[in-house]
């Protein structure tokens, strides 16, 4: 069974910076697609950054270059350096790993860690 746990979280000020870290246990994290999504109050979770097994990053266009995802297979720990933090980073922080065994898709995911930016 996969188990990701989150940690890094906290309240900052606007233009400051945060780490978040994701450890995987459980599995081949080297293999896994892994993602970090985040939720405000009243409002849909929403992916913010993804990578690969190989390292090939993507980012939603309101964290480009602003937010950095990372991994260390060695480790099997994601990371997300987030910079230049704006109030509406405000969330909770959740990681995902994407897992494909034999055709079929598992998705799992952490369970979360506050971000709060005050301005």
């Known amino acids: 069974q996969v188990q990701l746990v989150e940690s890094g979280g906290g309240s900052v000020q606007a233009g400051g910076s945060l780490r978040l870290s994701c450890a995987a246990s459980?599995?081949?994290?080297?293999?896994?697609?892994m993602g970090w999504f985040r939720q405000a109050p009243g409002k849909q979770r929403e992916l913010a950054a993804t990578?690969?097994?190989?390292?090939?990053?993507y980012y939603t266009d309101s964290v480009k270059g602003r937010f950095t995802i990372s991994r260390d297979n060695v480790t099997n720990t994601m990371y997300l350096q987030m910079n230049s933090l704006k109030p509406e980073d405000t969330a909770v922080y959740y990681c995902r790993a994407t897992i494909r065994t034999m055709g079929r898709v598992n998705y799992y995911w952490g369970q979360g860690t506050q971000v709060t930016v005050s301005s």
């Open positions: 990578i690969t097994s190989g390292g090939s990053a």
């Open positions: 459980g599995g081949t994290f080297s293999s896994y697609v």
